[in-house]
């Protein structure tokens, strides 16, 4: 195999392992939409990146912070801060253990609706909430599509 076929399936192996992320996505998504969802405060969603609008900066300031208590800019874009335990800045755990948003009336709409996520049109729930049980066989289908489509795409 010459160089330029090797950098061929390397770019294409590449694109393949983007499309079976996104797949494997959307097949969790279309296969977990139907589970009750009820939050057991544990606070894994309040260590992502949370973006926040100006309209939802002027809501947090209501909780007595000024906004650079919370505000992490990056470029043009307003994140909420994170502390160095990695959770946000309006989160803290009780002393029995579940945890707690300190701004919780005036949380950011992103906050308010996780897990819901919408895929394919529909409401589903994001995979990444630990109350969220996804079957094995779902992240089995997606690699199979991906790989068969690896193979159509190499055979043809």
Avoid: H
């Amino acid at each position: 195999m010459d160089i330029k076929t090797f950098f061929s399936y390397l770019v294409l192996f590449v694109i393949l392992a983007f499309c079976n992320y996104t797949l494997r996505l959307s097949f969790i998504g279309l296969f977990v939409r139907k589970q009750k969802f009820s939050c057991s405060s544990c606070g894994k969603c309040c260590q992502y990146l949370v973006k926040v609008r100006e309209p939802e900066i002027i809501q947090l300031e209501k909780t007595g912070k000024n906004r650079e208590d919370f505000v992490e800019k990056r470029g043009t874009v307003s994140f909420l801060r994170r502390k160095a335990d990695g959770y946000c800045t309006f989160f803290k755990f009780k002393k029995n253990g579940i945890g707690e948003c300190t701004a919780y009336k005036y949380r950011p709409e992103i906050c308010r609706t996780f897990p819901e996520i919408q895929v394919l049109g529909k409401k589903s729930w994001d995979s990444r909430c630990p109350e969220i049980t996804i079957p094995k066989s779902v992240y089995l289908l997606g690699l199979g599509v991906c790989i068969i489509i690896f193979v159509l795409i190499v055979v043809l």
